[in-house]
């Protein structure tokens, strides 16, 4: 087992059942290698926030800029299983707030669609307005459907 390494990885956020299956020993005998070179153990079960949002913009900006996940762990002293996490995460969050956004938009084209829909109810309209208003229900109802095909 190499010790620097694991306190490392255990520092890092690593727990200590991962890091003993991965040097093939028990976690109560890593616990003990890990106490006796004066790591500071955790709770079992918990473990240490590895990304401040500092941490994670640089992460970010690294894999945009197109680096690998082990290079982005090296450079910022984490795990590749931390980074990947958190790229996860992020990955997740992005999505809901895209999902998010399309939903609001397609709330917007219904109250458009309500309103043209409305309008062309009205006795008064004449033959053009009915037109646009019928060429506007058509569009809404496109843009809308697009929209549910993609949330």
């Known amino acids: 087992m ?22 093939g020993s028990a976690p109560s005998t890593l616990c003990r290698h890990l106490k006796a070179a004066g790591v500071a153990m955790r709770a079992k079960g918990t473990t240490r926030r590895v990304f401040d ?22 450079v910022l002293g984490v795990s590749v299983s931390a980074c990947a996490v958190q790229m996860r995460v992020h990955k997740n969050r992005a999505l809901d707030q895209h999902h998010a956004v399309l939903v609001e938009l397609c709330e917007q084209l219904r109250k458009g669609l309500d309103a043209c829909q409305a309008a ?8 053009t307005t009915r037109k646009k208003y019928t060429a506007s ?3 809404f ?3 809308i459907a697009a929209l549910q095909s993609v949330t």
Do not use: F, I, P, S
């Open 120 to 127: 062309l109810k009205l006795d008064n309209l004449d033959r």
């Open 141 to 143: 109802e496109a843009q």
């Open 2 to 23: 190499d010790l620097k390494e694991a306190v490392r990885r255990y520092e890092a956020g690593e727990t200590a059942g991962k890091l003993a299956r991965l040097y």
């Open 137 to 139: 229900v058509l569009r």
């Open 53 to 74: 949002d500092e941490k994670l913009q640089r992460l970010l900006e690294m894999r945009a800029a197109g680096d690998k996940l082990e290079y982005c762990a090296a």
